[in-house]
């Protein structure tokens, strides 16, 4: 089977898996939307512009990050509660995972297409720059969640799932600038052996 066709067929899969019986249905939209529509987007765009296999298997992963806390909310998946106990921590840290991979995933995305398209040339100043389009989708991200709180009130409790934490917006963006940071350090040098593999198909 095409190795294309088992990301998608896993894709569903886990969005099915989610949305059968979430905590509320109105926290699962918000939190499995952002999944819809980049898939939306990726399923469009294939043909034009087909993403290293790499690129679409973190988006995967990133899709289960969401589809895990649209159907528990963030500040309830059961694993991280489990860890919260045993480390005696003060509250459900399965959001950080998922700030942290809003920067990784993105990270990669933002790389593929600077160098394909040829938008930065300089390897120094694209590091910088992708780092700044994740921080920046981070600071949009913490925007909405800002509007869909005032939009809708308390119902945006367990979207915003700040759980007390006054610094909650602000270590959800340094979560994303770490995990930008982490790509570009970690697997960089892997990206560009599969984008040299795409040359030469």
């Known amino acids: 089977m095409n190795k294309y066709y088992i990301l998608i067929i896993l894709f569903f899969i886990g969005l099915v898996w989610s949305g059968i019986k979430p905590h509320d249905h109105f926290t699962w939209i918000l939190e499995v939307f952002p999944a819809i529509l980049g898939s939306i987007v990726l399923f469009g765009t294939f043909r034009k512009f087909r993403f290293t296999y790499i690129s679409y298997f973190l988006v995967l992963v990133h899709c289960y990050i ?8 963030y500040a309830e998946v059961p694993l991280f509660d489990w860890i919260r106990d045993i480390l005696h921590q003060s509250r459900n840290n399965y959001d950080k995972v998922g700030h942290f991979a809003q920067g990784f995933v993105p990270a990669i995305i933002t790389r593929e297409i600077f ?3 040829q938008v930065v040339k300089n390897e120094k100043w694209l590091s910088f720059l992708i780092v700044c389009v994740c921080i920046t989708i981070s600071v949009m991200y913490e925007f909405l969640e800002w509007f869909v709180a005032i939009a809708t009130g308390e119902s945006a409790d367990s979207f915003l799932g700040t759980q007390g934490y006054a610094w909650d917006t602000q270590s959800d963006m340094l979560l994303a600038f770490i995990g ?5 350090v970690f697997l960089s040098r892997i990206h560009d052996k599969q984008l040299d593999r795409m040359k030469t198909n």
Do not use: D, E
């Not at 930008?180 to 570009?184: E, F, H, L, N, P």
């Open 180 to 184: 930008s940071a982490s790509m570009i």
């Open 66 to 73: 969401l589809f895990i806390g649209g159907h528990y909310t």
């Open 115 to 117: 160098i394909r398209k």
